[in-house]
């Protein structure tokens, strides 16, 4: 059923406590974790404790699988010379295979999508427009200045109301308004970039500000 007028102020009031939440955790973590020596020491340690339990687990399940498939006895491993019969060394490689082969064809049906995702046209690494390479190379997520329409005159659009309207999904990007459309009301837009083209297309974006 769709939702009535009187849910959309619950609604709205939801969405906005999980973004004051999710600021509030990142400003824990950041004065807790990245700020702090201890907490940068007690971090290492935990991810150090969890990943030799995982490879304590990974190894205890790969002896039980060639236990399972091979019948390699638990105290010994695959490649310390173990007669295995010739049966399993024909029948677990290509059922293994079969196995792989089904799953890829599964997963090909449920959601087709190419090996290699295509990428725009881009430039050349030495032309004079041509963009940063490696660490200064930088990313943004566009928003459209006709998406800016959702907002109420007067309102502030910055990255964490973008996310409250549903326009991103989250802040970890910065944020490129592009002129495609135009807006009729006066809001002040606080975000990382605005095109020239988003300026010169649309008559109320000069009355913006950063």
Not at 86 to 102: D, F, H, I, K, T
Request: charged share 25%; glycine share 8%; aromatic share 4%.
């Amino acid at each position: 059923m769709p939702s009535s007028a009187s849910d959309l102020p619950a609604a709205r009031a939801r969405r906005a406590f999980r973004l004051k939440a999710r600021t509030r955790l990142r400003l824990l973590v950041r004065t807790s974790i990245r700020d702090s020596e201890i907490g940068q020491v007690l971090l290492a340690a935990l991810i150090g404790g969890v990943v030799a339990l995982g490879v304590a687990l990974v190894r205890q399940a790969v002896r039980e699988i060639h236990h399972l498939l091979f019948g390699v006895p638990f105290e010994m491993h695959l490649s310390g010379g173990v007669a295995i019969e010739s049966w399993r060394l024909v029948a677990v490689p290509a059922v293994g295979g079969l196995a792989y082969g089904l799953v890829a064809y599964a997963l090909r049906r449920w959601r087709p999508r190419d090996i290699v995702d295509a990428i725009g046209k881009q430039r050349g690494p030495t032309s004079k427009d041509a963009m940063p390479i490696g660490p200064f190379r930088t990313e943004t997520v566009p928003v459209n200045v006709r998406d800016l329409d959702r907002f109420d005159a007067g309102e502030e659009v910055t990255p964490e109301t973008l996310v409250g309207k549903g326009i991103l999904k989250n802040t970890k990007i910065d944020v490129k308004v592009l002129g495609m459309g135009d807006i009729t009301k006066k809001l002040t837009v606080r975000v990382h970039a605005i095109s020239a083209s988003a300026r010169k297309n649309s008559p109320a974006l000069p009355s913006l500000s950063l």
